[in-house]
């Protein structure tokens, strides 16, 4: 009984930016932790950056000082702004959430994932 919907993938020049949003809806009592995976043709996924309900984040090194993850609790939405973009960032990215259901249940649950392409 709950969706996460992601937007803002698509096709950017070296060092160019873009902002990935991801919404949850439906059966919430609360979020503990939402973040950003991605995974490449022939690799395995990885962590991007997380962000808890209090506000913590986590970054994986490749992409330290250029990525962002910001959260808005109020609309249940995480956000990944990414800057100076190389073709190695090309990749599905996935969202995550950690999510308490009202009816006592907790689950990971996983967007669709949207595909970045970093390319010249």
């Known amino acids: 009984q709950v969706q996460l919907v992601e937007s803002g993938g698509g096709l950017v020049q070296p060092g160019g930016s873009l902002r990935l949003s991801c919404a949850a809806s439906?059966?919430?009592?609360?979020?503990?932790?939402m973040g950003w995976y991605r995974q490449a043709p022939g690799k395995q996924r990885e962590l991007v950056a997380a962000i808890t309900s209090g506000g913590s984040t986590n970054y994986a090194d490749s992409v330290k000082g250029r990525f962002t993850i910001s959260r808005d609790n109020a609309k249940n939405t995480v956000y990944l702004h990414m800057n100076s973009l190389k073709p190695e960032d090309t990749a599905v990215y996935y969202c995550n959430a950690k999510i308490a259901t009202t009816d006592g249940h907790e689950y990971d649950y996983w967007g669709q994932g949207t595909q970045v392409t970093v390319s010249s």
């Open positions: 439906g059966s919430i009592f609360s979020i503990y932790a």
